[in-house]
Nanobody, 116 residues
Framework: QVQLVESGGGLVQAGGSLRLSCAVS??????????MAWYRQAPGKQREFVAD???????NYEDSVKGRFTISRDDAKSTVYLQMNSLKPEDTAVYYC????????WGQGTQVTVSS
């Protein structure tokens, strides 16, 4: 049973930083991973795309996080990261990790709260 476990969420003041991690268990050989991504869902809103990184390490970002967030992956650890800088109150949401292979896998989410 493949599991994605997110960590690193918490409460931070506006302008602060957080680093989210998503560990895949058991370890998946990277050649089988098409992409790893982060999504978020704010209260009362639909889940939205934040960033992804492909097997070729190409990255894509939602416009509102460009220049502030950085996605990266460590295939040796089967882990994907989301470095979030210059956080804003509107970044408050539950952040979910997604892995796409021949199937789609989601983590349980980690709460990020940015106070003004």
């Amino acid at each position: 049973q493949v599991q994605l476990v997110e960590s690193g969420g918490g409460l931070v003041q506006a302008g602060g930083s957080l680093r989210l991690s998503c560990a895949v268990s058991p370890r998946i050989i990277s050649v089988f991973i098409n992409a790893m991504a982060w999504y978020r869902q704010a209260p009362g809103k639909q889940r939205e795309f934040v960033a992804d990184i492909t097997s070729g390490f190409r990255t894509n970002y939602e416009d509102s996080v460009k220049g502030r967030f950085t996605i990266s992956r460590d295939d040796a650890k089967s882990t994907v990261y989301l470095q979030m800088n210059s956080l804003k109150p509107e970044d408050t949401a539950v952040y979910y990790c997604r892995m796409t292979t021949s199937k789609d896998y989601w983590g349980q989410g980690t709460q990020v709260t940015v106070s003004s």
